[in-house]
Every structure is written in C-alpha cells, then in structure tokens.
C-alpha cells in the first residue's frame, strides 16, 4: 500500500541529486509533489517526469532565502494541492565556484557567510515559517530539513557551510519543540558522502577514494538512498520520532580514522 497516499509533500532543492530522487520516491508512494528549485526550469522538468510516471506534481522556483518567494510557493503548493503535509528542506548553495570561496574565518568573505546563511539555513526558517500554519490546519504532519555530516566535525576549510548546516539542526528542535502538540513533527538527516552530481563537481578523484576508505560499508550512498531514509520520516511508520539529527553515512561517523578506513 502507498505510504502517502493522499498526501501532498514540497521538495525544495528538487531539480537533481537527493531532491530529484527524493520528490521521485515520495510521488511514487502516492505523494503529490511541488517540486521547487531556484532553476525553475530543471525543477519543471523533474515535475514533469513525474507527472508521466502518472504521479501528481508541479514545479516552482525562485530563491527561497527570499521571504514572498517562500510564501509564495506555500501558497501556489496549498492552491494546486489543497494542503501540505510534509515539506522536505533540501536547497543549499553546493555550486563548487561559491564553495571555492568559503574558507576560513581570517579569510571569510562575508559576502559568503551571509548568502551561506541566508540560503542554506534562512530558507529552511522561511519555509518552515509558511507551511507550518497550513500543517497546522490539517492536522499535522512532518518536515525533514538537511544538514550535513560537515555540521559534526570542524574541517579546514568550508566554515559557513558548515555553520550554516549546524544551525539546522538547532531550528529542527525548536519547530519540534513548538509544534509537536499540534501533530507536526520535525527532523533533520545528516548526510555523508553521498554521490551527487555537486559532489563530484568539487571533490577530487583523491578525495572521494579517501571518504570511500572511510565508509564502513562496501559502497558509497547514492541520492536514493537518502530519498528512502526521507519518505521513512515522512510517513506514518515514524510517527513516534521528531527532534532527531539522523545520520546517513555509511558509518563514517562511527569511527575516528576518515583516511584509511579502520
């Protein structure tokens, strides 16, 4: 039986990688789905394969660190829809020439703090902030927010981003907090390496043969992977979880070598 049957779900970093998947998986246990990307047109294109796979779906863009941005889509989402029950924070900034520039704090460009924090953390607020009420009219339901296993552990270089995906994880507890009597529930996953597009944009050959030693699995994640961890979140069959950070990450975390693997 279809675990969201009737339900309809929003996906904001929905053009490819997790996004993708994830509004692919989620529409095919039954979800409608608002596909929503700041590059409107890829975010169409993934809605329209899934409205040929006989699924329900529509896409929107826009940048969502902008506050009628994010109500807006709220709105066309609850307009097409007539509801919201889950909403699936999946937009950051992961374009390697921006990530080039997020370095250290003597050489932080505060540019780049600023827009890390604004869209990677602010439109997960936003978000939160305009569906909330509409799960609140109906009862409840679940928000999944993404955070980053960079938000664990300090690294050398990529300060904002990692702030700014630690802070994620502080807004998922209060929205538990603060909604949880009204039938909303609220998490964050924290991925590892999972192999995405961006990922290999930015990561090396080296690198990701580094952070594969450092997967205790035989295998490295794949956007699916996350995608099946986010419909478990946002059905039923977790109902009695909210508040929680989730790691996915082949066990990386487990272990304090990250070079070899032991």
Known sequence: MSRLAGKVAIVTGGAGGIGAATAAELAREGAAVAVVDIDEVKAEE????IRHSGARAIGLGG??????VARSVVHATVA??????????????????????????????????????????GSQLLMCKHAVPEMRSTGGGSIVNMSSGA?????????????????V???????ATSEGKAGIRANTIVP????TDAVRAH?????????GRATLTPYVGQPQDVAELVL????????????????????MSAHVSMNTGD
């Open 46 to 49: 993934v809605a329209d394969r």
């Open 80 to 121: 097409e829809f007539g509801r919201i029950d889950v909403l699936h924070n999946n937009a950051a900034l992961t374009a390697s020439s921006f990530l080039a520039r997020d370095t250290t704090v003597s050489e932080m460009p505060l540019d780049v703090w600023q827009r890390s924090m604004e869209a990677n953390l």
């Open 63 to 68: 940048d969502l660190a902008e506050e009628d």
């Open 203 to 211: 990561l090396s050959p080296d690198i990701l043969d580094g952070l």
């Open 151 to 167: 938000a664990l552990s300090g690294d050398r270089t990529r300060l904002a981003y990692g702030v700014s995906k630690a802070g």
């Open 169 to 175: 994880h502080a807004l998922t507890m209060y929205v």
């Open 192 to 195: 590892g390496l999972i192999l």
């Open 232 to 251: 478990f979140l946002a059905s039923e069959q977790s109902r009695y979880i909210t508040g929680q950070m989730i790691s996915i990450d082949g066990g």
